[in-house]
């Protein structure tokens, strides 16, 4: 089982930056992909970021070129650097780990990007 809880999320002006991070409460070296997903209002959730435990890293269009999903096994933390903010980045964003048979979620962080 997998614990996993999300921090840093914050009201930012557009084009301000936000770090969040997700720590896990096991190890994930043994967890190969862990990632980022976000929720806007009355919209579905969708894929950010992910990265292997060997370092890939993968974006969605979306937010290709400003965000930066990084991990730090020894510390159990997976975080994502936004740059660049947009008022469409406005979301819930969740972190993520399949583990096992099942899927894990942390309860999410706030982030909102408004002048």
């Known amino acids: 089982q997998v614990q996993l809880v999300e921090s840093g999320g914050n009201l930012v002006q557009p084009g301000g930056s936000l770090r969040l991070s997700c720590a896990a409460s096991?190890?994930?070296?043994?967890?190969?992909?862990m990632g980022w997903y976000r929720q806007a209002p009355e919209k579905e959730r969708e894929w950010v970021a992910s990265?292997?435990?060997?370092?890939?890293?993968n974006y969605a269009d979306s937010v290709k070129g400003r965000f930066t999903i990084s991990r730090d096994s020894p510390k159990n933390t997976v975080d994502l650097q936004m740059n660049s903010l947009k008022p469409e980045d406005t979301a819930v964003y969740y972190c993520?780990?399949?583990?096992?048979?099942?899927?894990?979620w942390g309860q999410g962080t706030q982030v909102t990007v408004s002048s």
């Open positions: 096991r190890s994930i070296f043994s967890i190969n992909v």
């Open positions: 990265i292997t435990n060997s370092g890939s890293t």
């Open positions: 993520n780990a399949p583990f096992g048979a099942s899927n894990y």
